[in-house]
């Protein structure tokens, strides 16, 4: 799936969020953790205006705000809050894009099309973004159904037959140096980056408001992204499996806070990677390195408009980091989660149709895909 917010929105989140002391998604990160790095599967869905970039700044002054992007001329893309209200230049020759600020309307983005206006309201319920014309977000190649790492749900006729993740399931006991495996590395085709929690708190995310929802986005009613987006809310309010703390982030700071309150902040959050995308192939483990406690949170990345993350944690998990050469030579990072006690989870659930075995009889573990993230104690 393929989503991207309108630029002229990025900037004026980064302005309100300035104006109102708050943090970006990478200094909240730097600030609750801040020595711990950042895994790609982070970096990859910050908003490019997030990064921290030497050529990015953000200044607030008596002028008001002006963000300089660095990009062409001096001064390329400048947001100034001033007595006219908020006025954005993106440096493009013509007058730039006029931003009004006052009244009851809240805030109006015109960018100069008659009957397409972006809409920013800042009110009690905090900040709500509404585009109108962006079009509805693009899924390729992805099917309503449950998430296989989510343990209530019974496996579907179509994971089992085309699920690339049924070949990252596996018994802890086939987890040795020397042992080679058939996988496929994916990346999740929803490619949908962070808001920030200002932004996402503000956006309904509840079977009980469907509708405003697909109208926030465009989707229709019935449509396959429709069916896709309410997969993903309804797992997250389901009940979670016995012993398990679950928890839909909906933003970056919210993922923090959740580890966090579980592990403590002395933690490191770890994701695959993979040196080439590659079909199906042989990999060899050349090493295994289990990492501390026996306890961690795991975050996978859902189908959706904007980046969701169906968050877990069990006291009856271990975490391995694994290193794989493929038979291409293609190298890997594999981060491995390995569960010790799969009594609660569903009897027919992908795991163990795959691999036949029984609940709760032996430790079942997966490799998991690139947009995953495991945190586990330093």
């Known amino acids: 799936m393929e989503f991207h917010l309108p630029h002229i929105i990025l900037f004026i989140t980064i302005a309100l969020a300035t104006t109102h002391a708050a943090l970006t998604p990478e200094l909240y990160w730097n600030s609750v953790l801040p020595d711990t790095p950042m895994p790609k599967a982070v970096t990859d869905l910050l908003q490019p205006d997030f990064i921290d970039d030497k050529s990015t700044s953000v200044g607030v002054g008596k002028g008001g705000v ?19 209200g908020v006025n954005v230049n993106t440096g493009k020759g013509k007058p730039g894009t006029n931003v009004n600020v006052g009244g009851k309307g809240g805030v109006n983005v015109n960018a100069g099309k008659p009957g ?49 993740t049924v070949a990252l399931f596996f018994l802890e006991e086939d987890m040795y140096i020397g042992k080679t495996m058939n996988l496929h590395f994916t990346e999740n085709p929803n490619i949908a980056t962070f808001l920030p929690r200002q932004v996402a708190n503000s956006i309904p995310f509840t079977s009980k408001k469907l509708p405003e929802i697909y109208n926030e986005f465009s989707v229709k009613p019935g449509s396959t992204e429709a069916e896709i987006m309410k997969t993903t809310i309804r797992e997250c309010e389901e009940p979670g499996i016995k012993g398990e703390k679950k928890y839909c982030a909906t933003s970056l700071e919210s993922m923090i806070d959740f580890s966090t309150s579980v592990l403590g902040k002395n933690v490191q959050a770890i994701s695959t990677e993979v040196e080439n995308q590659t079909q199906m192939q042989k990999y060899k483990i050349t090493t295994r390195t289990k990492m501390a406690g026996d306890k961690s949170v795991a975050c996978h990345k859902q189908n959706y408009a904007y980046a969701v993350f169906y968050c877990h944690a069990t006291q009856t998990t271990r975490a391995y980091m694994v290193s794989l050469e493929g038979a291409d030579g293609t190298k890997a990072k594999a981060v491995a989660v390995c569960h010790t006690n799969t009594s609660a989870w ?4 992908l795991a163990f149709q795959v691999l036949k075995v029984k609940p709760g009889t032996v430790p079942i573990c997966h490799f998991l895909p690139q947009d995953h993230i495991v945190w586990v104690p330093k």
């Open 66 to 84: 002006n963000v300089d992007t660095g990009k062409g001329k001096p001064g390329g893309t400048s947001v100034n809050v001033g007595k006219g």
């Open 116 to 164: 397409k206006r972006t809409n920013v309201g800042v009110g009690k319920g905090g900040v709500t973004v509404t585009t109108g014309h962006k079009g509805k977000p693009v899924y390729v190649g992805v099917r309503p159904g449950p998430s296989p790492f989510n343990y209530v749900y019974a496996a579907t006729e179509n994971q089992l037959h085309d699920d690339p």
């Open 346 to 349: 569903n009897p027919k659930h």
